[in-house]
């Protein structure tokens, strides 16, 4: 044998069943108790979080990028994080904006 077949007989662990099914033994023994969290302790079915959809998943949005001025977009920043009420994020301040701009210029959306 060689040395490190050596260790891997002589220390036992939560996969020693996967060790031993690779090896050909013909049997694949089950995980002991405490490999899946000790006695009474099953393992739990994933559970989901049931979160809002973000903007990145929600087919009526489109992701836009512009360039606009370092100093500006910092200013903008501050001025967001500074707001007493509850401040819009960046995204819904550009979308305003633009939504505020095509009415100006006589394009209002069929929805608004």
Request: proline letters at 7%; zero cysteines; glycine letters at 10%.
């Amino acid at each position: 044998m060689t040395e490190r077949d050596d260790r891997s007989t002589e220390t036992t662990g939560a996969f020693d069943w996967l060790g031993s099914s690779r090896r050909g033994s013909g049997e694949t023994p089950e995980p002991s108790s405490a490999s899946v969290g000790g006695p009474g302790h099953g393992r739990r079915p994933a559970r989901r979080r049931t979160r809002k959809a973000g903007k990145r998943n929600d087919p009526n949005y489109h992701q836009a990028s512009a360039y606009v001025r370092r100093d500006v977009y910092r200013q903008v920043q501050r001025a967001l994080l500074a707001s007493d009420d509850a401040p819009p994020d960046y995204s819904t301040l550009v979308e305003t904006l633009l939504i505020e701009w095509l009415e100006d210029e006589g394009w209002p959306l069929e929805g608004s």
